[in-house]
Structure formats: structure tokens, C-alpha cells
């Protein structure tokens, strides 16, 4: 579903936070991108989504090099995007929130469909309270739905763990991990919470320096050996 070939991207002109990024994620899978701060999880998250220009390299997603576009481009292609301190818009109600996710889709009916509130049921209940008005973690709750509705193939999610507490934590990595399953949504985790990783991702990616520094499909052995988490994660 997603290919990247050795991806330059940056902030100013000849700048590589990434620098020979590669790779491949199949339909289905959820992987997880790890590293210490500053390696370049988020900027490759951005160049995907077009939000950073990418210099060198190709980025192909469902068989089409997408480079270059737009994050609107992006979103109607199917990816869907719930950054870092989720953004949500704090003087929208929870049911304007979601609604945006659904006018980046202009081919969808353009309204919240019902299934949107029966994900996380606070969404039901604080329907037309203010998003701003919410805690962290409901707001978190909030931004993943407001990209689900955008019926995404591929969702990617920075760092949803952030400033939110452990129970809802739990419930975010139960549900995703129960809508991958179920329904086969493609996931990219940026995540600092080995629970979370561990408890979601059938694949871990280790970046270091703005490229893949090494990778295990075998996820639970990390728990019993976790040299690649101290090697590429210690500070
Ligand atoms: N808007 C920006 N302008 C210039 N440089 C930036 C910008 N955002 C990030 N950088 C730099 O790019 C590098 C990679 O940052 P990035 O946020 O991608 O790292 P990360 O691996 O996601 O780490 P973190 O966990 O801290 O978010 C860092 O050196 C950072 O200082």
C-alpha cells in the first residue's frame, strides 16, 4: 500500500532530517515508528501528508507516486492524519469536529455518520459540547474519529498516548486495534509508549538519524529482549 524509496525531506532549503528514509507498509498492517526525539518520526508523518516538501526520493501510495501533493490531495486519497496535541478545534462541538473530517472527503455523504459516535460513546454524550471543553484523552478520542470518518485506508497517528490518561490510553489501543482487525484499516503509529506499541503494532521500525535503522516483526520478543528498545530508544 505505501512505498518509500529513500526519501530526502526537510525543513529549510538542503535541510535532510530525512535522509534515505525507506519504507513498506502492506494493507492491513499496523507498524509502529520509533526513536528518540528529533530522529524524524513526525517529519516523515508530515512529508507524508505533503505538510513538508520532499527533495529526493519517491513516495507511492496505492500505486501512485504522491510526492509533492497537497494534505487535501492526501486526505481524498484515503489518508488520514491525527497529529501531535491533536488539534482539534476547541470552539467547534464535538459533532463540528467531526463533521471536518468529513468535508475532506467531499465524495462521502457530507454528514457525521452514526457509527462515528458509537466508537468512543463520550462522543454521544458530549455531542454538542465544545471540543475544548473536553479532557486530553477525550479530545484524543476525538481527533481519531474525526480521521475515521474520513473513511481513511491508511491512518496515521503521532504520539496518541501524549498527556492522556492510562485508561484511555487502553481504550484508544483496544479500539484501533480492534477496527485494524476487523476491518482491515492500515495503521502508522508514532508512539513513545512501549504498552501501546507493543499492544498494536505487528511490525516496529527504529529510526535513527532520518532513515530505518532496523526493524523485528517479532514484536512480543521485545518484551523478553528489549536491546533494540535501548539501543535505538534510551536517551
Ligand atoms: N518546523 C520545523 N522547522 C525546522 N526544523 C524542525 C521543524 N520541526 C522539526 N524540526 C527539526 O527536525 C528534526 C526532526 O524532528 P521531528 O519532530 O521529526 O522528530 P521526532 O522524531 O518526531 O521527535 P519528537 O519525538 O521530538 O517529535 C529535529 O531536529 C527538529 O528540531
Avoid at 479530545?139 to 501524549?162: G, M, N
Amino acid at each position: 500500500m505505501l512505498n518509500v524509496n529513500n526519501v530526502v525531506a526537510g525543513y529549510l532549503a538542503g535541510s535532510r532530517v530525512l535522509d534515505g528514509f525507506s519504507l513498506q507498509i502492506a494493507a492491513g498492517e499496523v507498524v509502529a515508528l520509533l526513536g528518540r526525539n528529533g530522529m524524524g518520526k513526525t517529519t516523515f508523518l508530515k512529508a507524508l501528508m505533503g505538510h513538508v516538501g520532499v527533495t529526493e526520493g519517491s513516495v507511492n501510495f496505492a500505486g501512485e507516486e504522491v510526492a509533492g501533493r497537497k494534505p487535501y490531495e492526501m486526505a481524498r486519497r484515503g489518508v488520514a492524519y491525527v497529529p501531535q496535541g491533536r488539534e482539534i478545534f476547541s470552539d467547534f462541538t464535538v459533532e463540528e469536529n467531526l463533521l471536518m473530517g468529513v468535508l475532506g472527503r467531499p465524495d462521502l455523504p457530507q454528514k457525521v455518520p452514526d457509527w462515528a459516535y458509537e466508537i468512543f460513546p463520550i462522543l454521544q454524550e458530549r455531542r454538542k459540547q465544545r471540543g475544548g471543553s473536553m479532557s486530553g484523552g477525550q479530545q484524543q478520542q476525538l481527533a481519531i474519529v474525526r480521521a475515521l470518518v474520513s473513511q481513511p485506508k491508511l491512518l496515521l497517528l503521532d504520539e496518541p498516548s501524549e498527556g492522556i490518561q492510562p485508561n484511555i490510553v487502553q481504550d484508544i489501543g483496544r479500539v484501533l486495534g480492534q477496527i485494524a482487525k476487523e476491518q482491515g484499516l492500515t495503521i502508522l503509529l508514532v508512539e513513545q509508549n512501549m504498552e501501546l506499541v507493543l499492544g498494536m503494532a505487528q511490525r516496529c521500525l527504529f529510526m535513527e538519524n532520518g532513515a530505518i535503522a532496523y526493524e523485528t516483526d517479532q514484536v512480543q520478543q521485545l518484551r523478553t529482549d528489549p536491546a533494540p528498545i535501548h539501543r535505538y530508544l534510551s536517551v
